[in-house]
T-cell receptor
Framework: TQLLEQSPQFLSIQEGENLTVYCNSS?????LQWYRQEPGEGPVLLVT?????EVKKLKRLTFQFGDARKDSSLHITAAQPGDTGLYLC???????????FGPGTRLSVLP | KAGVTQTPRYLIKTRGQQVTLSCSPI?????VSWYQQTPGQGLQFLFE???????NKGNFPGRFSGRQFSNSRSEMNVSTLELGDSALYLC?????????????????FGPGTRLTVL
């Protein structure tokens, strides 16, 4: 059983559409990170959220940490083909512990 | 500043053999973590080294081992390879040990070594 669940598993959309992907757990995390991984590369950190209810924006990407710090969402506005990749969330249950990763959402944005 | 480098990028081995993978962290980074990524299990933590000492370990058998040198470069070794060891092995470096210095740690990943066991 995965400590972190991500949905949807796969998502294929047209350029210009909006989308939201989710990261859920029954556990509370002290912090949560989102990564994007492109084929043949390692994951690249997009954001870290540490406060319940926190919202962070990175250009067209909006990240939210749930009030109870058990879940997070990533919203992309006006998706572009360059957004294509595997989106991974990773949570640390406590300081001093390493992050555990979710299985990822594979996004494909078609031109 | 150069990123995390991993060598080799691709490797093909047969069951029963052993393999050593290498990781050079970003200059100044003292923590190196290793992960295994497979389609079925996703990204799983193997171990973390800091100042030449293993500080954290994931739930993998003893066939998986590692070490870190005084220049922070790290190697990972897998002995008696099994078919299920086929995976992308990722190395990540960070300035400090996980959780120290205020909470969360930013990890920078290398491109990985794709290991295929036949």
């Amino acid at each position: 059983t995965q400590l972190l669940e991500q949905s949807p598993q796969f998502l294929s959309i047209q350029e210009g559409e909006n989308l939201t992907v989710y990261c859920n757990s029954s556990s509370v995390f002290s912090s949560l990170q989102w990564y994007r991984q492109e084929p043949g590369e390692g994951p690249v950190l997009l954001v870290t959220v540490v406060t319940g209810g926190e919202v962070k924006k990175l250009k067209r990407l909006t990240f939210q940490f749930g009030d109870a710090r058990k879940d997070s969402s990533l919203h992309i506005t006006a998706a572009q083909p360059g957004d294509t990749g595997l989106y991974l969330c990773a949570g640390a249950k406590d300081y001093g512990q390493n992050f555990v990763f979710g299985p990822g959402t594979r996004l494909s944005v078609l031109p | 500043k150069a990123g995390v480098t991993q060598t080799p990028r691709y490797l093909i081995k047969t069951r029963g053999q052993q393999v050593t993978l290498s990781c050079s962290p970003i200059s100044g980074h003292r923590s190196v973590s290793w992960y295994q990524q497979t389609p079925g299990q996703g990204l799983q933590f193997l171990f973390e080294y800091f100042s030449e000492t293993q500080r954290n370990k994931g739930n993998f058998p003893g066939r998986f081992s590692g070490r870190q040198f005084s220049n922070s470069r790290s190697e990972m070794n897998v002995s008696t390879l099994e078919l299920g060891d086929s995976a992308l092995y990722l190395c990540a470096s960070s300035l400090r040990l996980a959780g120290r210095g205020g909470g969360y740690n930013e990890q920078f990943f290398g491109p990985g070594t794709r290991l295929t066991v036949l």
